[in-house]
Protein backbone atom coordinates (compact mmCIF):
# COMPACT_ATOMS: atom_id res chain seq x y z
CA UNK A 1 0.00 0.00 0.00
CA UNK A 2 1.10 3.60 -1.18
CA UNK A 3 -0.42 6.51 0.99
CA UNK A 4 -0.05 10.04 -0.23
CA UNK A 5 -0.99 13.01 2.50
CA UNK A 6 -0.78 16.41 0.90
CA UNK A 7 -0.13 19.84 2.76
CA UNK A 8 -0.38 23.81 2.10
CA UNK A 9 -3.85 24.58 0.71
CA UNK A 10 -5.82 27.63 2.02
CA UNK A 11 -7.49 30.83 0.94
CA UNK A 12 -5.25 33.49 -0.64
CA UNK A 13 -6.18 36.76 -2.66
CA UNK A 14 -5.62 36.96 -6.00
CA UNK A 15 -2.18 37.35 -7.04
CA UNK A 16 -0.95 35.76 -4.40
CA UNK A 17 1.14 32.45 -3.61
CA UNK A 18 0.88 29.10 -2.19
CA UNK A 19 2.67 25.72 -2.16
CA UNK A 20 1.75 23.04 -1.84
CA UNK A 21 3.35 19.19 -0.99
CA UNK A 22 2.61 16.10 -1.10
CA UNK A 23 4.09 12.69 0.82
CA UNK A 24 4.64 9.25 -0.41
CA UNK A 25 5.15 6.34 2.32
CA UNK A 26 4.64 2.76 2.11
CA UNK A 27 5.98 -0.21 0.65
CA UNK A 28 7.88 1.93 -2.21
CA UNK A 29 10.54 0.35 -4.36
CA UNK A 30 10.21 3.87 -6.68
CA UNK A 31 8.22 5.87 -8.02
CA UNK A 32 8.07 7.19 -11.94
CA UNK A 33 6.02 9.79 -12.09
CA UNK A 34 4.27 12.15 -9.48
CA UNK A 35 1.79 14.97 -10.64
CA UNK A 36 -1.03 17.16 -9.36
CA UNK A 37 -4.38 17.45 -10.80
CA UNK A 38 -7.85 19.43 -9.53
CA UNK A 39 -10.89 19.49 -9.93
CA UNK A 40 -13.62 22.86 -9.56
CA UNK A 41 -16.83 22.44 -8.54
CA UNK A 42 -19.12 21.06 -11.36
CA UNK A 43 -15.78 20.36 -13.76
CA UNK A 44 -13.95 17.48 -14.47
CA UNK A 45 -10.43 16.31 -12.33
CA UNK A 46 -7.82 18.33 -14.99
CA UNK A 47 -4.01 17.76 -15.02
CA UNK A 48 -2.07 20.34 -13.66
CA UNK A 49 1.76 19.59 -13.82
CA UNK A 50 4.16 16.36 -13.56
CA UNK A 51 7.46 15.15 -13.34
CA UNK A 52 9.28 12.48 -13.63
CA UNK A 53 12.06 10.91 -11.55
CA UNK A 54 14.36 12.21 -13.97
CA UNK A 55 12.68 15.74 -13.67
CA UNK A 56 11.41 15.83 -17.20
CA UNK A 57 8.26 18.23 -16.35
CA UNK A 58 4.78 18.78 -17.88
CA UNK A 59 2.22 21.77 -17.22
CA UNK A 60 -1.07 22.74 -18.22
CA UNK A 61 -0.69 25.67 -20.62
CA UNK A 62 -3.48 27.51 -17.68
CA UNK A 63 -0.95 27.23 -15.27
CA UNK A 64 2.19 27.90 -17.71
CA UNK A 65 4.74 30.16 -16.03
CA UNK A 66 2.87 30.37 -12.91
CA UNK A 67 3.35 27.29 -11.62
CA UNK A 68 6.55 25.42 -10.58
CA UNK A 69 6.52 21.65 -10.03
CA UNK A 70 9.46 19.98 -8.27
CA UNK A 71 10.06 17.15 -6.15
CA UNK A 72 12.89 15.36 -3.92
CA UNK A 73 13.49 12.16 -4.92
CA UNK A 74 15.21 10.97 -1.33
CA UNK A 75 11.87 12.37 0.40
CA UNK A 76 8.94 10.53 -1.83
CA UNK A 77 7.81 14.02 -1.92
CA UNK A 78 6.40 16.52 -4.71
CA UNK A 79 5.84 20.20 -4.51
CA UNK A 80 3.78 22.70 -6.12
CA UNK A 81 4.52 26.60 -6.12
CA UNK A 82 1.93 28.47 -7.43
CA UNK A 83 2.07 31.91 -8.14
CA UNK A 84 -0.08 34.83 -9.56
CA UNK A 85 -2.74 33.15 -8.25
CA UNK A 86 -5.98 33.69 -9.93
CA UNK A 87 -9.77 32.93 -9.24
CA UNK A 88 -10.16 30.30 -12.06
CA UNK A 89 -7.69 28.23 -10.12
CA UNK A 90 -10.04 27.63 -7.28
CA UNK A 91 -10.14 24.09 -6.71
CA UNK A 92 -9.33 20.78 -4.56
CA UNK A 93 -5.88 19.85 -6.09
CA UNK A 94 -4.85 16.47 -5.65
CA UNK A 95 -1.54 14.49 -5.89
CA UNK A 96 -0.99 11.52 -8.08
CA UNK A 97 2.02 8.84 -7.84
CA UNK A 98 2.77 5.88 -10.13
CA UNK A 99 5.33 3.95 -9.48
CA UNK A 100 6.04 0.19 -8.17
CA UNK A 101 6.08 -1.46 -4.53
CA UNK A 102 8.74 -3.26 -2.86
CA UNK A 103 6.77 -6.82 -4.49
CA UNK A 104 7.67 -5.37 -7.48
CA UNK A 105 3.90 -4.28 -8.45
CA UNK A 106 3.27 -0.99 -10.00
CA UNK A 107 0.98 1.48 -8.14
CA UNK A 108 -0.89 4.16 -9.09
CA UNK A 109 -2.28 6.20 -5.89
CA UNK A 110 -4.21 9.66 -5.09
CA UNK A 111 -3.75 11.94 -1.88
CA UNK A 112 -7.29 12.70 -0.56
CA UNK A 113 -7.35 16.22 -2.17
CA UNK A 114 -6.55 19.80 -0.68
CA UNK A 115 -8.65 23.10 -0.87
CA UNK A 116 -7.12 25.95 -2.69
CA UNK A 117 -9.38 28.52 -2.61
CA UNK A 118 -8.62 32.10 -4.18
CA UNK A 119 -10.78 35.39 -3.81
CA UNK A 120 -10.46 38.59 -2.65
Known amino acids: QVQLVESGGGLVQPGGSLRLSCAAS????????MGWYRQAPGKERELVAT???????NYADSVKGRFTISRDNAKNTVYLQMDSLKPEDTAVYYC??????????????WGQGTQVTVSS
Open 96 to 109: DAQGVTMDFMDFGS
Open 26 to 33: GSIFSINT
Open 51 to 57: ITNGGNT
